[in-house]
């Protein structure tokens, strides 16, 4: 199953998680407590009252970025400027690779220091033929190990926003609208087009405190790292059709773009692979039909350690 979704603003602002919006600006968590006050002067007053004087300004400014951040979310409100595309997909394991609908495979790193679960973990392992051996038994009557959902996630600022005095309001909160979207979209696939969680109940809290069955790790994230899996994910989903593209190094146009993989085991967990050995980059490499230099600029520019 393939879908195209767009979305109104509107639609997905609720979803948006306005912890990492202010973390891009810099700010501590307390200070995005400023989306629960009331919109009345002395409830506004009393919030930065609430602070020792030295952090008052920075929260006037948080206030004030938050002010800006609605104000834009209401102009773009009716504007369908939001899009998700996703495959759900017939999937095994072998070893640490994921074989999709029996043809296209997608290399994956394992951790190489054991997880506070005491293994090493590979996303791999929550699909039907993994290895992890706290895996073993996990068939039940609505198995969901055999099957992974490809996704990503856009957002297509109007026309002249990039020229705008508040471009980086625009690209911030735009970054932020393609995570909502991307969570939008998830909630739909477990509870319809998947429908293996079809009586979840979620507060939009507990959407952010991830509650939910399953995981949604994203390319570029610690259990995803490599971001040259984009050529893979576009050779799957066809991503300009949702209008990304991709750079040599696989970095997505528009920014405010994610991709990656859900994954509905109940066991799976989101983690970090850390360092990589030369041991496992030579593997990967293999894996990969990729030199060991090209891998190690895609692993390096996002981070990854190399022992």
Known sequence: MRRCLTYTVREVAPYINWLYYFHAWDMEPRFSTVVNIHDCPSCRASWIA???IAEQPKAQEAM??????????????????????????????????????????????????????GYTLCLSDFIRGGDAPYLIGRERKED????I???????????????????LQHSTLADRLAEATAEKMHEEVRK??????REEHLTMSELHDEKFQGIRPAVGYPSLPDQSI?????????????????SENGAMSPHCSVTGLMIAHPQARYFSV???????????AHRRKMSKEKLRKFLSNLQTLFF
């Not at 004030?64 to 017939?90: K, N, Q, V």
């Not at 984009?230 to 991709?246: A, E, K, P, R, V």
Request: hydrophobic share 40%; glycine share 6%.
């Open 50 to 52: 609430s602070f020792p």
């Open 230 to 246: 984009n050529f893979i994910i576009d050779h799957l989903l066809h991503l300009s059709d949702i209008g990304i593209t991709l």
């Open 192 to 197: 319809h087009y998947w429908g293996y969680a």
């Open 64 to 117: 004030r970025l938050y002010d800006e951040a609605m104000a834009l979310l209401r102009t773009w409100a009716d504007e369908s400027m939001c899009h998700a595309l996703f495959l759900l997909a017939d999937a095994h394991s072998e070893g640490d690779d994921i074989i999709i609908n029996n043809k296209t495979r997608i290399p994956l790193l394992r951790q190489q220091h054991e997880s506070a679960s």
């Open 149 to 167: 959902g490809i996704f990503a996630s856009t957002v297509s600022l109007p026309e002249g926003c990039q020229s705008s005095t508040l471009s």
């Open 144 to 147: 969901t190990s055999n099957t």
């Open 274 to 284: 850390g360092n990589i050995g030369e041991d496992q980059l030579t593997d990967y």
